[in-house]
Structures are given as structure tokens and as C-alpha cells.
């Protein structure tokens, strides 16, 4: 079973920029699409973002779409999210995930256990 680790979270004034970071936790060939999701506080958890490790398809969430861009690099294995231009209501714990089917709209498994985000106003 593939098991993912984020990272990159922390605290950034309104309109500032993070990039999280999304890495399997053991080394593996990476045929599986990676989803972001968030939860904040008393809310249900939110897709924000997907791409496929094969081809370029990509999908955003209503609500981040314009500021946020999912990106990856074959070279490190790795899955990225540059959120800019960010807002209180992005405040949040940020978990990826896998879609094993590779297609990214799911089911997702192996989740992270999250990163903190924190938009400060």
C-alpha cells in the first residue's frame, strides 16, 4: 500500500505564498495520482486539487482554481502545491493522498497525516 508524506505548511500573512510538498514515505515507482484535500476547523474536508503521474490532467477545487497550481517532478518523486495569493478562509490541515487507479478521481488512500497552514489577516 502506497503511504504518503506532506510537508511545507506553516503561518503566512494574507496574500502570501506557501508550496507543500507531497513524497511517498518509501522509495516506490509512482504510477498513482495524487490528491490534495483540506479540513479546517468544523468543516468537512475539501478537495482542493489532483493531477495524474501520467499525462498532464489536472482538476482544482471551486474555491482555490486561479491560486493555487499542483505541479510535479518525475526527478524527485515528487508532488507539489504552490498556493498563492492565500486567504484566511485557506487556513487549514492540508493532507495528500493516492489514487491507485492512477485516473485521480479516486478512491484516495495512503493518506498523510497533514500539514498545518495558517493565514493570518
Known amino acids: 500500500q502506497v503511504q504518503v508524506v506532506e510537508s511545507g505548511g506553516g503561518l503566512v500573512q494574507v496574500g502570501g505564498s506557501l508550496r507543500l510538498s507531497c513524497a511517498p514515505s518509501?522509495?516506490?515507482?509512482?504510477?498513482?495520482?495524487t490528491g490534495w484535500f483540506r479540513r479546517a476547523p468544523g468543516k468537512e474536508r475539501e478537495f482542493v486539487a489532483s493531477i495524474r503521474w501520467r499525462g498532464s490532467n489536472k482538476s482544482y477545487g471551486a474555491s482555490v482554481r486561479g491560486r493555487f497550481t499542483i505541479s510535479k517532478d518525475h526527478a524527485k518523486n515528487t508532488v507539489y502545491l504552490q498556493m498563492n495569493n492565500l486567504k484566511p478562509e485557506d487556513t487549514a490541515v492540508y493532507y495528500c493522498a493516492a489514487d491507485v487507479s492512477g485516473r485521480g478521481s479516486g478512491p484516495y488512500d495512503g493518506w498523510g497525516q497533514g500539514t498545518q497552514v495558517t493565514v493570518s489577516s
Open positions: 518509501e522509495p516506490t515507482e509512482r504510477n498513482f495520482a
